[in-house]
């Protein structure tokens, strides 16, 4: 899986800008992919059915803050598709521990009618390429009972590290919640970083 990694900041503050993967495009969260779409993923029970997020309701103000609450420890990229533009869903990139070296990574694709086409297990991969090729982390990790996360991570070559027992509460059943890493030295870099430096 071929990718094309742009980032801007020194050191700490090196912050993902674009991250082309053959079918998406990954950009700069910002104020204009608040859309009511967006909004709607938000607040979608089907969408939100696995995630942390789930009983809670999103407010545009809400949404707007989050914004601005990003930060080069925890950032957030669009994900469109190359071909038409079109915002699907986001992908976080965070916390970002640059300490003790790891990162998480969560995502959202929010058109359920892009569901099942790959764009999920891309943009995982793309996350991990910003964050090996770009930050030099030491892990990346994630925590997650969305069967279909669980197929990317693993067809990526991440580990099961083990869960959290009865963690995760769905339809009245207590679920374990998985725990997944993978760590550089176990990422096959394949692609192609582009990092820009900017003055402080
Ligand atoms: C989870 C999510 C990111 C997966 O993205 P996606 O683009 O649909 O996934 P992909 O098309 O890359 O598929 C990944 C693998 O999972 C499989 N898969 C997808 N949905 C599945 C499901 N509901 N059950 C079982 N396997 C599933 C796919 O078949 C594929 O496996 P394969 O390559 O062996 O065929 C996406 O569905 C999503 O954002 N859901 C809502 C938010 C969410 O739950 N996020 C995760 C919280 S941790």
Known sequence: ?????????NGEDLLAREILTRD????????EHISDRYLAWLNDP???RYSRRRFVRTSET??????????????????TL???????????????????????????????SEWGRGYGTQAIHAACSFYFQALQLHRVEAMSCNPGFIRAVERLGWIKEGCLRER??????????????????????TATLQVKEVAC
């Open 46 to 48: 089907e969408v939100n």
């Open 168 to 189: 995760f509460l769905l339809d009245g059943r207590r679920l374990n919640y998985k725990c997944f890493s993978l760590l550089r030295r176990e990422f096959i870099p």
């Open 1 to 9: 899986m071929t990718e094309s990694v742009s980032a801007e900041g």
């Open 82 to 112: 190359r071909a038409s533009g079109r915002h699907i869903g986001n992908l976080q990139l965070g916390p970002i521990d640059r300490h003790e070296s790891h990162g998480e990574v969560r995502i959202l694709i929010g058109e359920k």
């Open 24 to 31: 998406l495009r990954c950009v700069t969260f910002a104020e």
């Open 62 to 79: 809400e949404a707007r803050s989050f914004l601005a609450g990003l930060s080069p420890a925890n950032q957030m990229l669009a994900l």
